[in-house]
């Protein structure tokens, strides 16, 4: 049963929420902005203005989110009230009140995305680890699980490169998920994912872990300033084919980048391979994977900016025991459990199917991110 005490709690939330959104702030900035893009001279500068409608946008977004949130508590203390005087029901009541905490639970989740990058969208990539076709089909099944989470949320996917197994699933894959907060929602899947199950390989049906690696870095938009020294940027072109080795080229479209750097942080020479095979254009898949050269040297800003040194390059860990962020084990019980935030689910075939919201909330949480601003 609904209380006054529940109704001030929400009222206090909404208040927070009011504050720390900076509302009236962006009621200004938003007027402002809606001025200028008025002004005739306005495209002028096409990618300036491109970036301020972008922000526009967003602002927009959040202030008519938080208008939402208003309403309906406002309709829910009317409800209330007539509940209390018997001309509605507990049940309609409770309904509202469960609308009010969806939204607002919602709100309060995508204010947590605040870092810089984490309103881009996003690159997945996902690397069979050692073990051939076991590694290779698992590394399938967490394709088809990132796809599927992409698709509930609306996100476009594009298929950036795609190397098979020999027998099943995939060596390697690079997607990219374009929509609003991509990577912010997917950054904490960086790491080693561990399946344990009884192989549909195994003709002695014996229980077999295998491991694959999930790196997700934020794709740069033309908001993006990086600079990318040409000289020490180098190609190599090969025939690329499309999943299960079909299509083949007889040119080669492919191509390869080779960008070597040295890190500020530990005075290393380093290198950054990108393969990319999307299109049968070799020059559109040399503009491709600079963009994602460009993405990749973005986030290793974003490291030194926030002086970390963890584990977001999973290029770094190896794939094997010890060093997985989630379990999901199938057989002899079912179990999907984060090893970080000790999130866990018996429901494994949700969990394949796309729904790892909880994974990626209970991280967020975790990670303890800072009010939006």
Not at 193 to 207: G, M, Q
Not at 288 to 303: D, G, W, Y
């Amino acid at each position: 049963m609904i209380t006054q005490e529940n109704l001030k709690e929400l009222q206090v939330r909404i208040q927070n929420l009011h504050e720390y959104l900076e509302i009236e702030k962006k009621q200004i900035e938003i007027q402002n902005e809606e001025e200028r893009s008025a002004d005739l001279s306005f495209w002028d500068s096409p990618k300036q203005a491109e970036n301020l409608l972008k922000q526009l946008r967003t602002k927009k977004k959040w202030v008519e989110e938080y208008r939402e949130i208003k309403t309906q508590y406002e309709d829910l203390t009317v409800l209330f009230d007539f509940y209390k005087a018997g001309e509605v029901s507990e049940e309609e009541t409770e309904i509202q009140y469960q609308v009010v905490i969806k939204l607002l639970e919602e709100i309060e989740f995508k204010n947590m995305l605040s870092s810089e990058g984490d309103d881009l969208s996003a690159v997945l990539q996902i690397t069979a680890g050692a073990g051939g076709t076991e590694s290779c089909d698992w590394a399938g099944m967490l394709m088809r699980m990132y796809i599927m989470w992409a698709e509930k949320q609306g996100f476009k996917i594009r298929e950036l490169n795609y190397q098979a197994g020999e027998v099943a699933g995939v060596k390697t894959v690079t997607l990219e998920l374009e929509g609003d907060y991509a990577f912010g929602y997917l950054k904490g899947e960086n790491g080693v994912h561990r399946l344990v199950r009884i192989s549909p390989f195994d003709s002695n049906a014996k229980r077999h872990t295998s491991f694959a690696s999930v790196y997700v870095y934020p794709l740069a938009d033309d908001s993006i300033d990086v600079q990318i020294n040409q000289a020490a940027v180098s190609w190599d072109t090969f025939r690329s084919s499309g999943a299960g080795g079909q299509n083949v080229n007889k040119v080669e479209t492919g191509v390869r980048l080779r960008y070597k750097y040295k890190d500020e942080l530990s005075g290393e020479e380093k290198e950054i391979i990108i393969e990319n095979t999307e299109s049968r254009s070799q020059l559109q898949n040399k503009e491709k994977a600079l963009q994602l050269l460009k993405s990749r040297l973005f986030e290793i800003e974003l490291e030194k900016k926030n002086a970390k040194r963890d584990e977001i390059e999973a290029g770094k860990m190896k794939i094997e025991w010890g060093s997985q962020i989630r379990n999901y084990v199938m057989q002899p019980y079912r179990l999907v459990k984060d090893v970080r935030t000790g999130t866990e689910t018996s429901d494994v075939e949700s969990v394949m199917n796309g729904n790892i919201d909880e994974f990626l909330k209970s991280y967020l949480m975790f990670m303890g991110q800072k009010p939006q601003k």
